[in-house]
């Protein structure tokens, strides 16, 4: 079975400093990786998502993660965050890349100030 | 985009009625729509997956009976939560999965936060 650990539930910062959300997950089988955001009243989004290839996937707006296989980890980061990224953070696995059996981390409020 | 618009986004009800959470895919058909629970502070946990014309399969110690999925178009899943109970308070979440083209994609709604008193 896989799990995921979120390991800070609150992230302060403030504007222009770099930040790094932590995930860590275990699993016995090869997994996808994924991080979505969820701004206040929306959705869940996808942020960016690691299949293959090269261990560091990068985002749009700037966000980017790298798979260590070595240490199970898929931490997310950004160089210098906006008061816009103000959200809730969640890492995700699956063992396939087509399916929606997501399994998710506790999610990570990253608190944006000015 | 893809949009997934789930109803109601808050819903307050008495112990003993029954709720009712619709999942729309509003641009796209889901063949495949997935409901997700989550506790305050916890993660989100995978309840069950509807599939369009079938029964839903649940996920363990989810009970059937007591969340009642479905799915009975292609752009529509509903989760009736039965004789709901003060424990079943919770932000359900769902999601459709949009098979078209190369990579299939996974979109949310929003969620409804339900309250029984």
């Known amino acids: 079975a896989q799990s995921v650990t979120q390991l800070d539930s609150q992230v302060p910062v403030f504007e222009e400093a770099p930040v790094e959300l932590r995930c860590n997950y275990s699993s016995s089988v090869s997994v996808y990786l994924f991080w979505y955001v969820q701004y206040p009243n929306q959705g869940l989004q996808l942020l960016l998502k690691y299949l293959s290839g090269s261990t560091l996937v990068e985002s749009i707006n700037g966000f980017e993660a790298e798979f260590n296989k070595s240490q199970t980890s898929f931490h997310l980061r950004k160089p210098s965050v906006h008061i816009s990224d103000t959200a809730e953070y969640f890492c995700a696995v699956t063992r396939s890349s087509n399916t929606g059996k997501l399994i998710f981390g506790q999610g990570t409020t990253l608190q944006v100030k000015p | 985009g893809a949009v997934v618009s789930q109803h109601p986004s808050r819903v307050i009800c008495k112990s003993g009625t029954s709720v009712k959470i619709e999942c729309r895919s509003l641009?796209?058909?889901?063949?495949?729509m997935f409901w997700y629970r989550q506790f305050p502070k916890k993660s989100l946990m995978l309840m069950a997956t509807?599939?369009?014309?079938?029964?839903?399969?649940?996920e363990q110690g989810v009970e059937k009976d007591k969340f009642l999925i479905n799915h009975a178009s292609l752009t529509l899943s509903t989760l009736t939560v039965t004789s709901a109970h003060p424990e079943d308070s919770s932000f359900y979440i769902c999601?459709?999965?949009?098979?078209?083209?190369?990579?299939?994609?996974?979109?949310f709604g929003s969620g409804t936060q339900l309250s029984v008193l």
């Open positions: 999601s459709a999965r949009d098979s078209r083209g190369r990579n299939e994609k996974l979109f």
């Open positions: 641009d796209f058909q889901a063949t495949t």
């Open positions: 509807s599939n369009e014309g079938s029964k839903a399969t649940y």
